[in-house]
């Protein structure tokens, strides 16, 4: 494999360093709260809670380190300091696919009153170089679609998009559900495994599938998938959707303590405006009404039907890669 080579060398402004977790925890999390303050969800400000905690709790940093538990603490990552004070920030947050390390790059923000002075272009850049020089893997990042100035910010330092991905919350009451003649709404057989892993395929392509909370193996039927799902401490429920005696459709529900319930759907591409209400309407009504049900899937896609299933538009992430400029 070639190497690739950053284009962007650590001769960094005085006022730019390296994430010190010790001293740089509280004023990260008070810059992620204060620069995302209009967009930050419930995860996000459980996200702010945290690192607040952990400053408070040295100990915590400790274990970490001595433990190798990642947790909320980026592994790296960069900051701007100006009028003795944070005032930018870039995290580092590493993904395992397979034997590669990747690099997310995420929570870039420049408090205002410093906006548009290069800053957030040179916290980026400094990222890129440190995840190409210990992982010789293109960095990723994502980025709300409405945020137009930042994704012309990520172009411009060599960033291209790879992916649209729509993020879908339940906000109605339990709908009825509608089965048609010749319908059939069961537990998932070993035998509908191979339609629904080229499905979930399509829905969520390998180029993404790395930074997913959900692995593709743990959805393997028989002892090997039960075995991977214990080891991984993960817990699912699968239901299939025949129609006419054809599959048309596996619905996937992945819950865990602490989060949020999140849906996945393995659809067949023919029967999707059929299935869709269908799955959805399902899950609402299996799932505890209280519940938060999340689901991700492609950008635009039967977004009106997922609508009227009783779900409402969340976010919608751009996905992107840097690419050294021979692969553009």
Known sequence: MATLVSPFYPTYAKNLRPFRPASDLRPVAELIETCFADTLDADGR????????????????????????????PEAGFVWEEDGKLVGNASLVPFRAGKTRRYLIANVAVLPAYRRRGI???????????????????????????NEGAIRLYEQVGFVEQARRDTWHSESSPQEITLLEGMELASRKRGDWPPQRQWFNTAYPPIIQWQLPLKIAWLRPGLGGWITRLWH??????WSL???????????????????????LSLH?????MSIPVLLRFARRR??????????YPAGRSA?????????????????????????
Not at 233 to 238: A, D, H, M, S, Y
Not at 242 to 251: D, K
Request: aromatic letters at 10%; one cysteine or more; a positive charge.
């Open 233 to 238: 401490g993960v817990f699912l429920r699968q």
């Open 269 to 273: 591409p023919a029967y999707e405006a």
């Open 120 to 146: 957030g272009k040179a916290l980026t850049q400094a990222c890129i170089h440190y995840a190409l020089e210990r992982g010789n893997v293109s960095p990723w990042l994502h980025v709300r679609a409405e």
């Open 304 to 328: 009106e039907t997922i609508a009227r299933s009783g779900f409402k538009l969340h976010q919608t992430l751009v996905w992107m890669r840097w690419m050294p400029r021979l692969e553009q």
């Open 46 to 73: 459980r996200y702010v809670r945290q690192l607040r905690y952990i400053a408070d709790n040295p100990s915590l940093l400790r274990w970490r380190g001595a433990s190798g538990q990642r947790g909320p603490v």
């Open 242 to 264: 025949h129609y006419r005696g054809q599959l048309i459709g596996v619905l996937t529900w992945q819950s865990g303590a602490g989060r949020k319930t999140v849906l996945w």
């Open 287 to 296: 799932i505890r009404a209280s519940a938060l049900l999340a689901l991700d």
